[in-house]
């Protein structure tokens, strides 16, 4: 399993940065993890769900995910059913361990997700495995399963990376610590699951074991 820190909002990527960057006014969600899981910048509430617990983070408190029961719940709603609209997701996170995984299909960590399931559902979710951090889309009405961008990622254990996905048009792009590592084409529409929102969980199996951290989400739609 993977064990992670997730942490603050800073836009230069830079792991020292002291503080956390006032939020962009377009966010949909922060969920920071103080002791809670509310959302910070809309009413888009977050459970915790499997007991987490908080520790310090990279910035004030954090969620602590034990890798196989514990994660955070948000309920359906359309503010994440992004289609072909721009978007962007990112974190702070900070890794201790790190189980074997050889293929994308079979994450070992999913950061956020909205999926119905296992199998052919609608879902998306940002995750990694195989030895990199993919932005998977399902679609069964359009006969879509798709991987995207495909971008290496190595993580040293114990040390904090700033990850983001965005889309701008049909480009996907992911960044480590403000430096684009991969990016891809596609034209995909991204489903509207009806599920609800995870936080370190996917596909009601597949977790992120996350040490005391700081943890938050945002994503945001133009």
């Keep these: 399993m993977a064990t992670a ?3 603050s909002l800073d836009p230069s990527g830079v792991a020292e940065a002291p503080k956390c960057f006032p939020p962009p006014q377009d966010l949909i969600g922060w969920w920071r993890g103080e002791a809670d899981a509310l959302d910070f910048v809309n009413a888009h509430h977050g459970s915790l769900k499997g007991g987490p617990g908080f520790f310090i983070g990279r910035v004030g408190a954090a969620f602590s995910l ?14 994440w059913a992004f289609g072909k609209n721009d978007f962007s997701i990112e974190f702070w996170v900070s890794f201790r361990g790190l189980s074997a995984s050889t293929d994308v299909a079979r994450p070992a960590a999913v950061f956020v997700a909205s999926d119905e399931g296992p199998g052919n559902v609608n879902k998306w979710f940002f995750s ?11 679609s069964p009405s359009e006969n879509v399963t798709m991987f995207l961008v ?5 993580p040293t254990l114990n040390q904090w990376y700033h990850l983001v996905l965005v889309r701008g048009g049909n ?8 430096v684009v590592i991969g990016t891809e ?8 699951a009806k599920a609800p929102l995870t936080i370190g969980q ?3 199996g597949v977790f992120l074991n996350a040490r005391p951290a700081a943890s938050f989400w945002t994503g945001r739609r133009r």
Excluded: M, W
């Design 171 to 178: 480009v996907f792009t992911v960044y480590r610590d403000g």
């Design 5 to 7: 820190i997730l942490g």
């Design 66 to 79: 034990n890798g196989s029961t514990d994660f955070i719940e948000v309920l359906d709603h359309d503010a």
């Design 185 to 192: 084409t596609a034209a995909v529409s991204v489903p509207n």
């Design 202 to 204: 996917a596909e009601g």
């Design 128 to 138: 990694l495995g195989g030895g990199s951090l993919c932005f998977l889309v399902n």
């Design 150 to 154: 495909r971008a290496p990622f190595a």
